[in-house]
């Protein structure tokens, strides 16, 4: 058992699947002798060389179309594109090539890759450096989508990643680098599409994601002490997504709220309540309530993100005046 | 139609035939077998055509009429596990890596006996089993992804070349110059073919393009040679593809080459092409890859009887594939949520 932050928790997974699969090769700017600028590929030129941790060039769409030319010809990659916000520079390669090529040939290609990206907000970067596009990711037939929030999922779910045959997108929060977490020594491999309780509580569910979790932790605790029991889900994984955990537990408490970074229009928390409202209608006792980022630009100025991205306060005060 | 219609252009005119080709060392089976390659792209877009017009096509489709000569003179000098990506203009290319006509028209008939199952359409066929790794809708777009089919080929040391075939529209694109400058800086084994029809869909590309060669000009940018070819000479293509092929294959690094031919019809199905001056058409017509070829060959002594029952084989075999492609049934309707993912299906949820 070793400590790790969520920061080095990426590498000592990448690190763990290219000891294991020796043609696994990793690319982006910056990932190399520089160990990236979340300092989340440290280590990994070191041990595995030029060849499989390759350095490139400010080339969004070239990164992706060299990882997935690659991965349909028999070479699985991980591909680093630095910020989340740049995915629109390359999201042509990622919705129209990457997504689509296995079902445009009937089978005939596969594209085993994953896209990594620092995603979110709490650095001040502003609004082309701070977005939530994980939804974005998962309106798109064909990807998988998968957004971590603790060291030891981070570790499982990038091996359950990089061993899947399908293309993922895996958003490494930014603001959560420095947490720190118990990673098992040996091989650590979940499941994707599998979301987890990390809290139980019978009066209402809180589903969250990534930055969100530990937020809506903080928040059940506040609302335990004023009477409140919450269980917190922590969905983890958007495509495929884990309605049944989100139905099961709605089926004991009754109630919804879900917890979302991205703005508010198409997030990912309309689907499930979509669903919820649909599938686990009877079983609700309340509307199911969604917070949000409202439907803005991130600002950059501290007090303005703040009061943009959803807080445990904004949480605990929604869940209380829902309560009435 | 107003004087500075593009119909009003001086016509830009085929280069000069190069009738020193005629002594190229080619093998008389290789330079048979150009002709029989030729032979079948026409006559299955000829076909592929009419089939339009019957309106059993649905959607769009673009052909490679007239510019046969590109895609055959590199399928032939291509090594069986070599790789070939497209643009939308995919037909010949696919064809010239050994694909069934069959298969290519059935396609685009939207049978069950199309290559993808009707899955792809005219737009994007593939052809794995034959090295074909697609034909792609988006402009540029295949241009990186040709890198990384190169760049696996390099770390797995299988010496595999990748041929990436795009329109000269396709040179404005910033993939188009991404793709460029990392295969240059990791000497990729790839080569790059811009097939230079004159016409970025409706425009002429030298209104919308700053250099006057729109791929081969770019070259020295990235520290590559210029190459322009006649693409309508399909023994100019076929040594020249040899050269760059092997070059790559040596572990040399990429290629680009810039080859200069005419589409005899429109950009697409709805396009009658009215934007070009009659007489560059009449010029163009002047220099048919097929027919420069037939006399070329007639004029190293090979029998026109030979020639002829080349044409009439394909012409049966066209018949055929098209019989077969029509026989076909309508694909399953449980085909819309098929291999999304690799379990084979498009659940997306439990």
């Known amino acids: 058992m070793a400590e790790l932050t969520y920061r080095s928790a990426v590498a000592h997974g990448i690190a763990q699947e290219m000891r294991r699969d020796p043609s696994l090769v990793m690319l982006g700017q910056d990932v190399g002798p520089a160990g990236g600028v979340f300092k989340t590929t440290l280590g990994l030129w070191d041990e595995f060389g030029r060849d499989r941790v390759r350095d490139t060039p400010i080339s969004e769409q070239a990164i992706l179309g060299a990882a997935m030319g690659a991965a349909m010809t028999g070479v699985p990659v991980v591909a680093e594109i630095m910020f989340s916000d740049f995915l629109p520079v390359c999201f042509d390669m990622l919705s129209n090539e990457i997504a689509k090529t296995r079902y445009m040939s009937n089978g005939q290609l596969a594209v085993p890759l994953v896209v990594r990206c620092a995603n979110g907000s709490g650095v001040r970067f502003g609004a082309q450096h701070s977005q939530s596009l994980e939804n974005w990711c998962m309106m798109v037939p064909g990807l998988k989508v998968v957004a971590p929030s603790t060291p030891i999922d981070m570790v499982g779910l990038m091996a359950a990643a990089i061993r899947d045959p399908d293309p993922v997108v895996l958003f490494e929060h930014k603001s959560l680098m420095a947490t720190k977490g118990d990673v098992p020594d040996g091989e650590v491999l979940d499941t994707l599409g599998t979301a987890r309780t990390v809290r139980p509580g019978t009066d209402v569910t809180i589903a969250a994601l990534a930055l969100m979790v530990p937020r809506a932790l903080e928040a059940a605790e506040i609302l335990a002490q004023e009477g409140i029991s919450a269980e917190v889900i922590d969905v983890r994984s958007l495509v495929p997504l884990d309605m049944a955990s989100i139905l099961e537990s709605v089926r004991r408490t009754s109630r919804l709220v879900t917890v979302e970074e991205n703005p508010r229009l198409c997030g990912w928390g309309a689907e499930v309540a979509s669903i919820v409202a649909h599938e686990g209608f009877w079983d609700l006792d309340g509307p199911v309530l969604r917070i949000t980022t409202p439907h803005v630009p991130l600002p950059a100025a501290d007090v303005l993100e703040d009061e943009a991205v959803p807080s445990v306060d904004r949480i605990v005060d929604t869940i209380r005046t829902s309560w009435g | 139609m107003p004087e500075n219609h593009y119909a009003n252009r001086p016509p830009r005119t085929p280069p000069p035939l190069n009738e020193a080709n005629a002594d190229l060392d080619i093998d008389r089976e290789v330079r048979l077998h150009l002709y029989r390659r030729l032979q079948e792209l026409r006559q299955v877009g000829d076909r592929l055509h009419r089939l339009f017009l ?35 203009r995919g037909h010949a290319h696919t064809l010239s890596r050994g694909a069934s006509m069959e298969g290519v028209i059935a396609e685009l008939l939207g049978r069950d006996n199309g290559l993808m199952r009707g899955k792809g359409g005219s737009m994007h066929l593939v052809d794995v089993n034959n090295g074909m790794l697609g034909s792609y809708g988006i402009v540029g777009s295949h241009l990186p992804i040709a890198n990384g089919a190169a760049w696996s080929a390099q770390l797995r040391g299988s010496d595999q070349v990748t041929v990436c075939f795009f329109g000269d529209g396709g040179t404005n694109i910033g993939a188009f110059h991404e793709a460029l400058n990392l295969a240059a800086v990791w000497k990729l084994p790839v080569v790059f073919v811009c097939e230079n029809n004159l016409y970025m869909e409706y425009t002429p590309i030298d209104l919308v393009t700053a250099v006057e060669h729109p791929a081969a000009s770019r070259a020295p940018s990235y520290g590559l040679e210029e190459i322009v070819i006649d693409g309508n000479d399909v023994d100019e293509v076929y040594t020249c593809a040899q050269r760059v092929i092997e070059r790559a294959r040596a572990g040399e690094g990429p290629s680009l080459v810039e080859a200069i031919t005419y589409r005899l019809g429109g950009h697409s199905r709805a396009d009658t092409a009215k934007y070009r001056p009659e007489a560059e058409v009449e010029a163009w017509q002047g220099h048919d890859a097929i027919e420069l070829y037939h006399r070329r060959l007639l004029s190293l002594g090979v029998d026109e009887a030979e020639l002829t029952a080349v044409a009439t084989d394909i012409a049966a075999q066209v018949d055929a594939a098209t019989d077969a492609a029509k026989a076909g049934p309508r694909p399953p309707l449980e085909e819309v949520y098929t291999q999304v993912f690799a379990d084979g299906g498009s659940s997306w949820r439990n």
């Open chain 2, 54 to 88: 019957e309106n059993l096509v649905r959607g769009t489709s673009h052909l490679s009429l007239g510019m046969e000569a590109v895609s055959a003179g590199f399928g032939a000098a291509m090594r069986d596990d070599d790789y070939s990506l497209a643009s939308y």
